[in-house]
Nanobody, 118 residues
Framework: QVQLVESGGGLVQPGGSLRLSCVVS????????MSWYRQAPGKERKSVAS????????NYADSVKGRFTISRDNAKNTLALQMNSLKPEDTAVYYC???????????WGQGTQVTVSS
């Protein structure tokens, strides 16, 4: 059974930090490219950051460059997103996504709420 379980969301003040985690099971984590997406109320889901299967390549949305860092630990089947200097506009539900281009498979987590507010 495929599972992607996000955690680490919460309420934080502007300028603060949070670290999101996504623990996966049920598939070969090291064979999948991983991404973090976010969806704010009334808006479409958008990519925030992505990382290749072996972690050598990362990409970030312009809005989070220099503030967010994506990482993965293939030995622990875990994806992380370190978020620093948070802004109110970072408020959204954050989702982790696993994708295998080879097998045309995509899996999503259930999401974790991040709220940035004073």
């Amino acid at each position: 059974q495929v599972q992607l379980v996000e955690s680490g969301g919460g309420l934080v003040q502007p300028g603060g930090s949070l670290r999101l985690s996504c623990v996966v099971s049920g598939f070969t984590f090291s064979s999948y490219a991983m991404s973090w997406y976010r969806q704010a109320p009334g808006k479409e889901r958008k990519s925030v950051a992505s990382i290749s299967s072996v972690g050598g390549r990362t990409n970030y949305a312009d809005s989070v460059k220099g503030r967010f860092t994506i990482s993965r630990d293939n030995a622990k089947n875990t994806l992380a997103l370190q978020m620093n200097s948070l802004k109110p506009e970072d408020t959204a539900v954050y989702y982790c996504k696993a994708e295998s281009v080879l097998f045309s498979l995509v899996y999503w987590g259930q999401g974790t709420q991040v709220t940035v507010s004073s």
